[in-house]
């Protein structure tokens, strides 16, 4: 009858610190997970996307109806920006630029679009989509952000 209780007792304590030590194992595992960096593999829009194309969409204007916006990107990093104001007032309403545009990280910059002496056109670049950000590079937020969008 001891070697029974005996043998069940080394099953028993077997048991225990197996399961116990599958616990640390799990622990340590969720621990090493949560703490490590994430891995960058390199890609971003300069390097991911094809970028090159035409882009559209109706920005949001103070004084008018909206901003009929063309953007189209050319491989050789040149662009022509077509800027139509819907209204109703006489004159010209449309503008055309063309200049070179860059891209460093997700954020594509018309060069020649500049006020100030400072370039203001940046874009966050998205799969198929631009998205107009705000003077400091931010993402336009509120009401009307998703109306800063164009589409490819």
């Known amino acids: 009858m001891k070697k029974i209780i005996f043998t069940g007792l080394v099953a028993f304590s077997f048991l225990v ?33 094809d970028i090159a194309g035409v882009y559209k969409g109706v920005l949001p204007c103070a004084d008018c109806e909206g901003i009929q916006t063309t953007i189209e990107l050319n ?15 006489k004159g010209n309403n449309e503008f055309v630029e063309n200049g070179k545009w860059s891209i460093a990280v ?4 018309l060069e020649n679009a500049v006020k100030n002496g400072e370039p203001h056109m940046k ?16 993402k336009i937020e509120g009401a009307l952000a ?6 490819k």
């Open 146 to 151: 998703e109306h800063y969008i164009l589409r």
């Open 17 to 49: 610190v197996s399961c116990n030590s599958t616990k640390k194992d799990s622990e340590n595992l969720e621990t090493n997970t949560t703490t490590e960096a994430p891995i960058s593999d390199g890609h971003n829009a300069e390097n991911s996307l």
């Open 106 to 109: 997700n954020t594509l910059t």
């Open 123 to 138: 874009y966050f670049v998205g799969e198929n989509t631009l998205t107009q950000l705000d003077l400091d590079g931010n």
């Open 75 to 89: 491989e050789d990093n040149t662009y022509k920006l077509t800027s139509l104001y819907q209204t109703d007032k």
